[in-house]
Nanobody
Framework: QVQLVESGGGSVQAGGSLRLSCAAS????????LGWFRQAPGKEREGVAV????????EYADIVRGRFSISEDYRENTVYLQMNSLKPDDTAMYYC???????????????????WGQGTQVTVSS
């Protein structure tokens, strides 16, 4: 069982930055996909960025590419999401998720992910 705890959300003005953190209780290096997803009120959950543990294999949603960056610190069992140039449309609950896999690459579809955190709210004002 993998437990995930997100932190770092908050309120920021458009153009600002936030860094989200996801602390995982445990996961196996090079055997997990780790990702960030978000869900705004009235909308479906969407993938933002994912990373295959221990690799540089990343995937980003088109709407955040160039503005958001996902990274991993395996020694700390933590995954980060650096969000720059935030827009009001980025307002959502952000969730960390993990998938146990040896596939070697990750998808931004939430259907693949087995473990989820409780979420952290990000609000961007104009």
């Amino acid at each position: 069982q993998v437990q995930l705890v997100e932190s770092g959300g908050g309120s920021v003005q458009a153009g600002g930055s936030l860094r989200l953190s996801c602390a995982a209780s445990t996961y196996t290096y090079n055997r997990f996909c780790l990702g960030w997803f978000r869900q705004a009120p009235g909308k479906e959950r969407e993938g933002v960025a994912v990373i295959y543990s221990g690799s540089r294999r990343l995937e980003y949603a088109d709407i955040v590419r160039g503005r958001f960056s996902i990274s991993e610190d395996y020694r700390e069992n933590t995954v980060y999401l650096q969000m720059n140039s935030l827009k009001p449309d980025d307002t959502a609950m952000y969730y960390c998720a993990a998938e146990r896999t040896s596939r070697g690459n990750c998808y931004t579809s939430s259907a693949y992910y087995d473990y989820w955190g409780q979420g952290t709210q990000v609000t961007v004002s104009s």
